[in-house]
């Protein structure tokens, strides 16, 4: 059973940057295809950004686009989120997930194909 972590929320100002770490138990385990989602008080989950392997890019979703940058380590076993030009409305918990299905192809958000979850890591931003 893998374990994801994350890491590297906090509080920071509008205009401000954060990146979270997300660190997989399981040797190369983010060479899956891996996502980060965020949910704030109130409102239902929302997906972030996506990454597999291959060519195709990730995907991002539409608030984030152009501030938000993922990327990962697979030797390291570690996903991340670059977070810049932060906005009150990126407050939440941000949590990674694990597609163990899957590893080549486009990056994607859906919650359902996600099968590993992190505890998740609150970023508040003010």
């Known amino acids: 059973h893998v374990q994801l972590v994350e890491s590297g929320g906090g509080s920071v100002q509008a205009g401000g940057s954060l990146r979270l770490s997300c660190a997989a138990s399981k040797y190369r385990y983010t060479s899956y295809c891996m996502g980060w989602f965020r949910q704030a008080p109130g409102k239902q989950r929302e997906g972030v950004a996506g990454?597999?392997?291959?060519?195709?890019?990730?995907y991002y979703g539409d608030p984030v686009k152009g501030r938000f940058t993922v990327s990962r380590d697979n030797a390291a076993n570690t996903l991340y989120l670059q977070m810049t030009s932060l906005k009150p409305e990126d407050t939440g918990v941000y949590y990674c997930a694990a597609d163990p299905t899957r590893k080549y192809g486009l990056g994607h958000v859906n919650p359902d194909e996600y099968k590993h979850w992190g505890q998740g890591t609150q970023v508040t931003v003010s």
């Open positions: 990454i597999c392997t291959g060519p195709f890019g990730p």
